[in-house]
């Protein structure tokens, strides 16, 4: 708590009366902590890929260039560093962009189904390479919901893009959308690596990743999960994560039905 006096006095001096204001600023201590740690963990994100692109440009440039393999290899690690930081920039954008616009978003009746399919349709080129099947099953009277139609199309993307990114090669991928007490219900499983339980609770949080160095790897920003949530509460909608350890992860996510 902090306090603030302001005493009233009379010509003589003396004080005749006292205001004193005590605020409460733990809420206040709390969002400056979360904003320096945000700044922190943004600077650590941008940093990582320029010392990588710096280090590999370096020594392509100290010699490496007349070995036709090793400077292939070494741009497209070059390459790929820079495609993550433009990824990183656009989450960061889109981050800002949600905690400002919400009320400009437009609203119309919308179907899950087809944005599932519109999203299979972009991830079907990696989907291919790595001899995945994705199955789906969606109730007879599974309803419209009213939403963002990119927002929505985005939050599927993250949550199906993970289910691809996290699971092996010839892995399964289910789709399930039914109806419940007037809400939509998509989940989403997959049998890939799984997060162990006591991660399981942070994965929503801006920037945790369960492995680092594979998401980054796998080119993830760790911004995926915190933007579907976003998106998702501000639609009146829930999503919730299930998991098992190396065997594999549910996603759980339910919207108002438009009836
Ligand atoms: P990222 O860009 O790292 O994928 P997300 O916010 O989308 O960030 O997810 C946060 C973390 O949660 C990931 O780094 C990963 O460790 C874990 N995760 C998310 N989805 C899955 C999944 N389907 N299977 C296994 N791990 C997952």
Redesign the pocket.
Known sequence: LRAHFAYFKNEKGNITGVVIVIRDITEEEKLERMRKEFVANVSHEIKTPITTIKSYAETLMEGALSDREISQRFLSVIIKEADRMSRLVSDLLQLSRLDYQKNRWVKEPISLVKIVEDVITKLAVTIKQKNMEVYQTFEDGFPMILGDRDRIEQVIL?VIG??V??TPEGGRIGIKGSSENRRAVLSIS?N????PKEDLPR?FERF????KAR?RDLG???????IAKQIIEAHDGTIVID?RYGEG?TVTITLPAYL
């Open positions: 993250n993970n289910a990114k996290y997959d890939g690596i799984g997060i994965v945790y990743r369960v492995d998401s993830g920003t760790g911004l995926g999960l915190s998991s992860t």
